[in-house]
């Protein structure tokens, strides 16, 4: 004992580090979202492909690659601020593992690259793209970076190019996240093959309905997300009530990310969440990005959801954020709980009015509690 330094942390209580599953670092130079609360989806899709163009417009390739490799930077630093130890990044083209270098030691980058592309014939392409990806080495200086694919979403993925990249992860091995049910428009659109997003693929110059597999529903879509060893429905904002059953009983191979702020932001309708947590599906915690979210502080997060969910048990809610997240990643055995063997990922939650009499979970999601990394 003579040899142990004792710290005296104060009043509080030290947790798992936190797991943010769904992030898009490249927007973390944004001081505000883009567009007003309410915005409708498809507009601010607009604005974000208009802000990429501007900015390769502004400062060419190389100032524009710059820009997103500092903003990148900067969301990892504003994660690691708020005791995020792990990570779930969506990654776009083109992207090396050393944008991502500049990372705290022992946090975890889980590196999804991002794939669109509704025209069939550049499927080879991307499937050379992704091999590319998943050949890169996964440590850059000391922290460590894994690699997993993301087809963007329905109506931005081809099916066939769908296929191919679960085939390719499954082949290697490899976790794919995707975008699913986040709108009812989406639903529109599998569904019917009618509204906004008919609009705004035709504006983009992509529309051909002339395949009878041009969409997939969101039922099928599942079906072919369940081939691979690991998947994460990003939002899953309107599943229906079969769609969690299917999500339910793949639950060791398939989770959902939410992220509480950025379904505010949108005002979309309730959260299933309670339906979600009754069929034992693994929920777990996202910020999304700067785009539709004030910050990237993932605590903030939890707390949104202890604020809305009230019958919700808050020791679930810090399962959401921590052991969950890692379960969707595939690193519980490093991240996600406190035991010995693992990485030194921790936080302290303390508040400014807590009692050693109280349990932490009286006032961990109180509105006054801070979380810091240790």
């Excluded at 690259?113 to 992704?130: H, K, S, V, Y």
Aim: hydrophobic fraction near 40%; charge should be negative.
């Amino acid at each position: 004992m003579s040899n142990c330094q004792v710290i005296d942390l104060g009043e509080g209580v030290i947790i798992p580090g936190l797991v943010n599953t769904h992030t898009h670092l490249e927007f973390s130079d944004l001081e505000y979202p883009l567009g007003q609360p309410g915005i409708n989806f498809t507009d601010w899709i607009r604005l974000i492909v208009s802000r990429r163009i501007e900015s390769n417009q502004e400062t060419g390739t190389t100032g524009s690659m710059n820009r997103k490799i500092a903003a990148i930077q900067r969301g990892i630093e504003e994660s690691s601020e708020s005791g995020v130890w792990a990570i779930g990044e969506i990654a776009t083209m083109p992207v090396e593992l050393d944008d991502y270098r500049n990372r705290p030691a022992n946090m975890l980058l889980m590196c999804f690259l991002e794939q669109l592309g509704r025209d069939e014939t550049a499927i080879p392409t991307r499937e050379a793209d992704l091999d590319a990806f998943f050949n890169q080495r996964g440590w850059v200086g000391s922290s460590p970076i894994q690699i997993g694919a993301s087809p963007h979403a329905p109506y931005s993925v081809a099916p066939n190019l769908l296929r191919q990249i679960c085939r390719q992860a499954n082949a290697a091995n490899r976790p794919v996240a995707m975008h699913l049910a986040e709108t009812l428009a989406e639903r529109e659109f599998v569904d019917h093959q009618t509204g906004e997003f008919v609009s705004l693929l035709q504006d983009f110059g992509v529309w051909n309905p002339g395949s009878p597999d041009s969409v997939l529903s969101i039922g099928e879509t599942l079906k072919v997300l369940s081939s691979v060893p690991l998947s994460l429905i990003v939002h899953g904002n309107y599943l229906s009530d079969c769609e969690l059953d299917f999500v339910s009983s793949c639950s060791e191979r398939m989770s959902v990310a939410f992220c509480p702020r950025t379904h505010h932001f949108f005002g979309h309708s309730a959260y299933p969440l309670e339906k979600m947590l009754k069929r034992k599906i693994n929920i777990c915690l996202g910020t999304d990005s700067r785009a539709s979210n004030p910050d990237l502080d993932l605590f903030e997060e939890a707390k949104f959801v202890a604020n809305s969910f009230s019958r919700v048990d808050p020791r679930l809610i810090l399962k959401m954020a921590t052991l969950n997240g890692a379960h969707a990643l595939g690193v519980t055995q490093a991240y996600g709980s406190l035991i010995a063997g693992k990485k030194p990922a921790m936080c302290l939650v303390t508040h400014p009015g807590a009692d050693s009499g109280d349990s932490p979970f009286d006032w961990m999601f109180d509105r006054d509690s801070k979380c810091a990394p240790l």
